[in-house]
């Protein structure tokens, strides 16, 4: 078989081939001592009699078993989606077919002919039969202040607010962006694009001024919606003083709406609007415009291997029928309960399992604008029992965090409410799943390690569904949703048969959520998940198939690092870093940390200037990627080299930095391919000298 160029460059950049398969050798030990715990689900109706545990999924695909309609799922996706989309989604016009994709040239093509409008299938279906549920509870920093808000409210103010946006101007097929932490109104603001047919970009509200402003000349957005500021932690985050550094680079910005979160004011310019205030004057009603199936719903930047952050495009029936689905069979999400999604809306969690799944299904879903330590480490608990939440579902990093501090916090609050825990954005380990499950769980609720990725729209790997009382195995997303069909690639490029087996981890065939394309960029997208294995879609990630055909997750293997569940990539920072007119080069590579997941180190070369003092440039560098990226961005180490390890060609071996930043120097690999061998000795020297320094950070 030929190896194409772009996968022998994979594999090149690939996280060190020996690291990886030691890893998988301590993945496959902790199979050995494995603890299955075989949960119960809750069979309960709300009206105390027993349901049927097969899921319901519509009336003509009725009394299946799991396993029969995951079979159905993967050999005929026409019969399964269709159905499932006929019966769950209102449509203006039903679709023509199913699916029309071609996975190698990129075209992915779900329910043509078909149109609707995702806010009515969010909002007016619901209204129509209980206007009065509550939609939103957002759950406001400040503990014990949160705000209730019904589908018809949400309704009206989504309508007001779509009307405010048409006012300014915004027409279907515009990019808005929308800049702003977890509120009523930043959910209204989405599904105010969705009813007019724009294409909303949430940035996560962490993000600098100058990242704000790359996305935003990226979409090309005519409009902004934000916060005066923000509250998180009980600290005040100057949301609007951000917007407007971001939009003098942004001549595309017409019209920047501004909601009042606190009281202060902030200074106002010639294109900001008060949003509330022309809300007011607006009509509570707005008609939805009918859209396409493929027509975009929105966009969200992430982060790959080069420098450029990707503005991963989702579009509408097939996005929102993925979410709904997952969102009801992977947290065995019932009518009636109260679904706590603790993501921030700039993430893709928050837009599939705060907003538009859980919203499509009817559900109460929870918006926490927190900290899980905010007033103190028991947010969390004191939220879920003061809510009533019924799944929870938070990322590794927070639950790492509070696995440190006294149990009480969590047991002296009730949390009987609870029937499904989830997690979701980096690889739980194992002390942190106990934790999780037996702590917070109390040993009785299914604990679902769920993978997916901003491109992949909803959960692709996760416990649950499966069949009735099947086992969970601790830390292991375990079983592909309805539809997924994964694969494990080897090094030639061909599929690995069997189980007990490693490798590149791609889905054999299209499903409706699936990302269709880089916004402006097809080709990127076409090279970067269809090429490197043509036929398939490949992920990024390793993982590892147990013997008994359970999905393992192993990491990245490229250069995408994840620190608090947040992925970055390298990249991004080198390029930040190398602003800097002292430093002609650096080499950003992840480490492990115990609470974030990983952290980024620095390898920074200087130029040759004596007169250059370190603490000030690595200070200076610090405050480069805080403006350039984000704060969290920030590397928590640099080490001054004189050089880089490159090969011949030029290229920098990271993996030996990896061996350097880790202390596993005693088996370094294939070093003869680098340029100049010494190099090595240089830098482990480097980094002794570093290490021993008192006041240096480790
Ligand atoms: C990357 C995607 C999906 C929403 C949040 C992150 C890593 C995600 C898991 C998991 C191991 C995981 C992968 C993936 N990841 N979930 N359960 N176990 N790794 O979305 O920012 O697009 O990041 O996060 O490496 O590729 P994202």
Redesign the pocket.
Known sequence: MVVNTSRSLLYTLCREAVSFRSELRFYKSAFVSRQVFHCQRRTYSANGTKTSLSPNICSSLAGRSYKELYELSVEDPDTFWGSIAKERLLWNRPFDHVNNCDISTGRINWFPGGQLNVSVNCLDVHVAKHPNRVALVWERDEPGTEVNVTYRELLESTCRLANTLKRHGIHRGDRVAIYMPVSPLAVAAMLACARIGAVHTVVFAGFSAEALAGRIQDAQCKAVVTCNQGVRGGRVIELKATVDAAVKSCPSVRSVFVAQRTSNRVPMTGIDVLLEEEMAKEAADCSPEVMDSEDMLFMLY?SGSTGQPKGIVHTQAGYLLYASLTHQYVFDYRPGDVFGCVADIG???GHSYVVYGPLCNGATTVLFESTPVYPDPGRYWETVERLGINQFYGAPTAIRLLLKYEESWVKKYDRSSLKTLG?????INHEAWEWFYNVVGDGRCPLV???????TGGVCIAPRPAEDGAEIIPAM?MRPFFGVQPALMDETGAAITGNDVSGALCISKPWPGMARTIYGDHQRFVDAYLKPYPGYYF???GAYRSKDGYYQ?T??MDDVI?IS?H?LGTAEIEDALDEHPGVPETAVIGIPHDIKGEVPFAFVVLKEDDSLDHSVVIEDLRGLVATKIAKYAIPDHFLIVKRLPKTRSGKIMRRILRKVATDETSNLGDISTLDDPSVVTEIMQAYTRFKNQPAQKR
């Open positions: 992430t993430w893709v969690t997690s979701v954005g980096e690889p390690d769920t993978w997916w990725q901003t491109e997303a992920t990024g990630d997750i990491g990245r994840n569940g992925r």
